[in-house]
């Protein structure tokens, strides 16, 4: 179950990470699709799997 941040510091940063890895997860994309099937499935996701950005790159 991923951690929530209760604290808007944590929040903060949790948000700024999160923005990150969907970056890094375009672009991995970008250069193999594949990544787009790897990642839907990965556990590693799990706390972006409800954002609409993550939905529309692993779609």
Do not use: Q, W
Not at 29 to 44: F, M, N, Q, R, T
């Amino acid at each position: 179950m991923p951690v929530r941040c209760t604290t808007k510091p944590a929040a903060n940063h949790s948000r700024k990470i999160s923005e990150e890895a969907l970056v890094f997860l375009e672009h991995a994309i970008v250069l193999d699709p594949e990544y787009a099937i790897k990642a839907s499935g990965d556990k590693d996701f799990d706390i972006l799997r409800d954002d609409d950005r993550f939905k529309a790159l692993v779609t």
